[in-house]
T-cell receptor, first 113, second 115 residues
Framework: KNQVEQSPQSLIILEGKNCTLQ??????????LRWYKQDTGRGPVSLTI?????NTKSNGRYTATLDADTKQSSLHITASQLSDSASYIC????????????FGIGTKLQVIP | NAGVMQNPRHLVRRRGQEARLRCSPM?????VYWYRQLPEEGLKFMVY????????ESGMPKERFSAEFPKEGPSILRIQQVVRGDSAAYFC?????????????FGPGTRLTVT
């Protein structure tokens, strides 16, 4: 079982609408949790980085939340744009080293006009 | 300041040949990471290097795969005697020497196809 589970696997929304992507993890203890955006055929680009003590972090229209007690994180996208169509990947960096860096499979978001 | 550069972007090799993937980190970055992404799967950590040192290679197959980050020049991921299962996208990321919390910047990836 993957230590980072993301849901939904895919999502289609209308341009201008909001959406929320979920990430549940079992990695513990962890150093930080990151959300990346990966366009098709490109490398991931960092959206937010949160340490275990942070509850929320915003980057423009992207807002990430973290509940370390329930081991859940979410990424909320406001007023979606066509360019938001991409895969969104949750990454957990454990305490103690990179050998256990765990990536979620990602949520494929498609924004349609 | 150019981002992380990888070349080639696409590489086709026949079974049994060698594949060499190159990664030039961002200026000022001395830490390099290699990841592999199979179709419809998440990225998997392979190896973490600093200049002239392999820090963690626990994610890399023991045979046929090797990585280096020389004092001068790009980091190289080398796959010998490629097999069809090696077909994947290989991403390199770099970070400044700020420890575990340092943000990683990814390159565009090299898509390896083994025929």
């Amino acid at each position: 079982k993957n230590q980072v589970e993301q849901s939904p696997q895919s999502l289609i929304i209308l341009e201008g609408k909001n959406c929320t992507l979920q990430c549940n993890y079992t990695v513990s203890p962890f150093s930080n949790l990151r959300w990346y955006k990966q366009d098709t055929g490109r490398g991931p680009v960092s959206l937010t980085i949160m340490t275990f003590s942070e509850n929320t972090k915003s980057n423009g229209r992207y807002t990430a939340t973290l509940d370390a007690d329930t081991k859940q994180s979410s990424l909320h996208i406001t007023a979606s744009q066509l360019s938001d169509s991409a895969s969104y990947i949750c990454v957990v960096i454990p305490s103690g080293g990179y050998q256990k860096v765990t990536f979620g499979i990602g949520t494929k978001l498609q924004v349609i006009p | 300041n150019a981002g992380v550069m990888q070349n080639p972007r696409h590489l086709v090799r026949r079974r049994g040949q060698e594949a060499r993937l190159r990664c030039s980190p961002m200026k000022g970055h001395s830490h390099v990471y290699w990841y592999r992404q199979l179709p419809e799967e998440g990225l998997k950590f392979m190896v973490y290097l600093q200049k002239e040192n392999i820090i963690d290679e626990s994610g890399m197959p023991k045979e046929r795969f090797s990585a280096e980050f020389p004092k001068e020049g790009p980091s190289i991921l080398r796959i010998q005697q490629v097999v069809r299962g090696d077909s994947a996208a290989y991403f390199c990321a770099s970070s400044p020497p700020a420890g575990q919390g340092a943000e990683q910047y990814f390159g565009p990836g090299t898509r390896l196809t083994v025929t």
